[in-house]
């Protein structure tokens, strides 16, 4: 990003207050807000215990924290970001999504077009090299892997209650989702 379109987004971020239980984040020029629900929060909390468990004290994770990603004005907040060993953030606190290694967004029926549509093309960009989708509403994950050239070679979806495999990853786990909570 250019230093006009960081101030930019810095500034459309100071101007708009979200409230506490709501997520906002800027995708493509355009500020969403919408709020947390509890099927969200279980899930990130599923994620984010199966990850504990597999790097214990190495692991370096965000959740809705501002990240800047690739293309115009992109200040995502993902639900879930595991970031390589020994990052750290920038002179202005903010963290490089060079450094990412692994995205899971939530599925929010307020941001869904989102985190299928602008979000993973910049996470392809970015070479997030993987990206989970886990969606409570079709009550199926997808995973997206291989990042080139704007886009994920590898796609694998997988209905809630079977295991995603990714122990050919950077993260070398099984996802377990037969606990993940549905919308019904």
Known sequence: ?????DRMLDDLFDKVPVPEGYKGEIVEG???????????WQTTSTILDTLTARFDNDLQVLSDVRIDFP?????????VAK??????????????????EFIA???DPHRAKNDYGPKRTAYAVAEVPVYL???????????FTRPRGGE????LSVTYGADIDMTNTI?????KTDEFPRDS
């Open 152 to 155: 994920y070679l590898s796609r």
């Open 30 to 40: 355009a500020f969403y807000i919408a709020p947390h629900r509890d099927i969200h």
């Open 171 to 175: 993260l070398g786990l099984t996802l």
């Open 105 to 107: 967004e939530v599925i």
């Open 83 to 100: 970031l390589r060993d020994g990052s750290v953030a920038d002179a202005e606190g903010r963290w490089l999504h060079q450094d990412v």
């Open 71 to 79: 293309g115009d004005l992109n200040g995502f907040a993902p639900d």
């Open 133 to 143: 989708i886990a969606d409570p509403y079709q009550a199926k994950c997808h995973l």
């Open 1 to 5: 990003m250019s230093s006009l379109n």
